[in-house]
T-cell receptor, first 116, second 111 residues
Framework: DAGVIQSPRHEVTEMGQEVTLRCKLI?????LFWYRQTMMRGLELLIY????????DSGMPEDRFSAKMPNASFSTLKIQPSEPRDSAVYFC??????????????FGEGSRLTVL | QKEVEQNSGPLSVPEGAIASLNCTYS??????FFWYRQYSGKSPELIMS????GDKEDGRFTAQLNKASQYVSLLIRDSQPSDSATYLC???????????FGKGNQVVVIP
């Protein structure tokens, strides 16, 4: 089975531009998580969906960030306008909400974003 | 206070020795505890989970939980160079898959 697929793997953009990150969940998984990882702050949860419904978006930094889940297998994270402090690795992870191994998140390879 | 704290700096251990990692959490109602391993440039992967006080062993890994003191630890016995990675402690408050992660501890195993 294919794992969680993220695109793009690397993105370099200029301040003020719109950035869209994409994620395809593992087939059959019903929970979706967007995390951001930096050296300073570690791995931070941005937003969490269960069955396509946003459950907890308290980690979304501000209105410049938005996330959608238009169907059960796909999600986007959009930053508009982007700022240099948004530079980070963005991970998408999926899981079964009631799986055999609670707490097991399957992470994609990440999207490394650099905002100049 | 951060939800999950891992304060130790990089840990260097000789091959074959025991590596010991610690983690504390702030919320007493936390129910589930996990250790993830992340190789440089890669994504995190789950290696251990623990839900009740005491020790849980899986191969060369042992997780220890003390809810009264709000800490979780990970022991890696007979450390191998392939264990060189960053180890992330994660906690779930509600027993679901919403995890809060610590910043991680880097382990370097010296051959």
């Amino acid at each position: 089975d294919a794992g969680v697929i993220q695109s793009p793997r690397h993105e370099v953009t200029e301040m003020g531009q719109e950035v869209t990150l994409r994620c395809k969940l593992i087939s059959g998984h019903n929970s979706l998580f967007w995390y951001r990882q930096t050296m300073m702050r570690g791995l931070e949860l941005l937003i969490y969906f269960n069955n396509n419904v946003p459950i907890d978006d308290s980690g979304m930094p501000e209105d410049r960030f938005s996330a959608k889940m238009p169907n059960a297998s796909f999600s986007t994270l959009k930053i508009q306008p982007s700022e240099p402090r948004d530079s980070a690795v963005y991970f998408c992870a999926s899981s079964l909400s009631a799986g055999a191994r609670p707490g097991e998140l399957f992470f994609g390879e990440g999207s490394r974003l650099t905002v100049l | 206070q951060k939800e999950v704290e891992q304060n130790s700096g990089p840990l260097s251990v000789p091959e074959g020795a025991i590596a010991s990692l610690n983690c504390t959490y702030s919320d007493r109602v936390s129910q589930s505890f996990f250790w993830y391993r992340q190789y440089s440039g890669k994504s995190p992967e789950l290696i251990m989970s623990i839900y009740s006080n005491g020790d849980k062993e899986d191969g060369r890994f042992t997780a220890q939980l003390n809810k009264a003191s709000q800490y979780v630890s990970l022991l890696i016995r007979d450390s191998q160079p392939s264990d060189s990675a960053t180890y992330l402690c994660a906690v779930s408050r509600y027993g679901n898959n919403r995890l809060a992660f610590g910043k991680g501890n880097q382990v370097v195993v010296i051959p």
